[in-house]
């Protein structure tokens, strides 16, 4: 089973659409959890960190659930600029430091 | 954007050889992540750097190593390159080694035939 798994897409959606993202790992002593974008052939961004409050970021709402160990995405009014890869990425003490470790992304289409 | 600066940005090298990839931290930035991204795949985490010293490793063998030099630049060398090394190999620093803002290089994309 990998670290962290995400629905590797891709999600074709209309323009304004909302859409969610939804990630699972498996090490239940990860510490801190983010999603980053990731544009075609460019180096991955960091999107947001998510909290288990669960925070907001204008369009953007990301929630933690460390009891069933889930992480999740949700954008809404989805604008065409927000087409790109989506990963999911989890902290870990691991080796002797801290290790992160990113899901395979989730490539999201938006289109008119 | 970042101020994180790869080189070079293409490399073609042919099995059995050896490479250095380079990075360019932001000033004042002491850790740095190496990272390798096959296509359709999520970067996966080869070792991090924290003042100079090898702070973290992931399940990568031991002809990958490092270098992190006092001026904010490190090297990741590869030997006796294999195929499937052929992936786009990321570097990304920080401030400290907890990796909550780290920001990454455009990357180099290998090549080995």
């Known amino acids: 089973r990998k670290e962290v798994e995400q629905d590797p897409g891709p999600f074709n959606v209309p323009e304004g659409a909302t859409v969610a993202f939804n990630c699972t790992y498996s090490?239940?002593?990860?510490?801190?959890f983010f999603w980053y974008r990731q544009d075609c052939r460019k180096e991955p961004k960091l999107l947001m960190s998510?909290?288990?409050s669960g925070n907001e970021d204008g369009r953007f709402t990301a929630q933690l659930n460390r009891a069933s160990q889930y992480i999740s995405l949700l954008i809404r009014d989805s604008k065409l600029s927000d087409s790109a890869t989506y990963l999911c990425?989890?902290?870990?003490?691991?080796?002797?430091?801290?290790?992160?470790?990113f899901g395979t992304g989730t490539q999201l289409k938006v289109e008119l | 954007e970042t101020g994180v600066t790869q080189s070079p940005t293409h490399l073609i090298k042919t099995r059995g050889q050896q490479v250095t990839l380079r990075c360019s931290s932001q000033?004042?930035?002491?850790?740095v992540s190496w990272y390798q991204q096959a296509l359709g795949q999520g970067p996966q985490f080869i070792f991090q750097?924290?003042?100079?010293?090898?702070?973290g490793r992931g399940n990568f063998p031991p002809r990958f190593s490092g270098l992190q030099f006092p001026n904010y630049s490190s090297e990741l060398n590869v030997n006796a390159l294999e195929l499937d090394d052929s992936a786009l190999y990321l570097c990304?620093?920080?401030?400290?080694?907890?990796?909550?803002?780290?920001?990454f290089g455009p990357g180099t994309r290998l090549l080995v035939l």
């Open positions: 990304a620093s920080s401030i400290g080694t907890n990796q909550e803002t780290q920001y």
């Open positions: 090490n239940s002593a990860s510490q801190s």
């Open positions: 998510v909290y288990s």
């Open positions: 990425v989890v902290r870990s003490w691991q080796g002797g430091g801290n290790k992160l470790t």
């Open positions: 000033s004042g930035h002491n850790t």
């Open positions: 750097y924290y003042r100079e010293e090898e702070n």
